[in-house]
């Protein structure tokens, strides 16, 4: 017989992760440094342009630029959590992932048509990264689906 009052499961889930796990931080840290990198080396590259640049080469700019600015907020967003995630920061990094994946994609294929280069090469590499992207977006919802059932298996809660 133990001297240790009884917990509720909704105590236990909210001592189990008050903060990040190492793992968890690092990635983060990684996300936010090369989001801030690459958006420091994107628009240096893209101010410093001496001549004027087409307009498709102002839209990848762009492009690249939000991208980079959206790894960077992922990661100062992730590295600011102080409650359990369930899995939501996968959720929101293989969104990210798709969406940049779809919209380079788009891109690469208008200007390789445009080239009159064919777009079959652009197709069959972007159409490989969307589906690594998006098969990684389904395994995140299916954790995040996962660890929120077992949390309202515990608790008797709805899901957040």
Do not use: K
């Amino acid at each position: 017989m133990t001297e240790e009052p009884r917990l509720s499961a909704q105590d236990m889930i909210d001592r189990l992760a008050p903060v990040l796990s190492p793992r968890v931080r690092i990635r983060a840290v990684a996300a936010l440094l090369a989001g801030v990198g690459g958006t420091v080396f994107v628009g240096t590259l893209w101010w410093s342009e001496p001549g004027p640049l087409p307009g498709r080469t102002h839209l990848a700019f762009a492009l690249f630029t939000v991208f980079c600015l959206a790894w960077a907020t992922y990661g100062g967003w992730l590295l600011t959590r102080r409650v359990p995630l369930f899995a939501t920061d996968r959720v929101i990094a293989a969104w990210i992932g798709l969406a940049a994946s779809l919209a380079t994609t788009a891109v690469v294929t208008v200007v390789a048509v445009q080239r009159g280069t064919g777009a079959g090469l652009a197709l069959a590499v972007g159409g490989l990264f969307v589906a690594v992207a998006l098969a990684l977006a389904v395994r995140a919802h299916a954790r995040r689906a996962a660890l929120l059932r077992r949390m309202h298996e515990l608790t008797g809660r709805e899901e957040r």
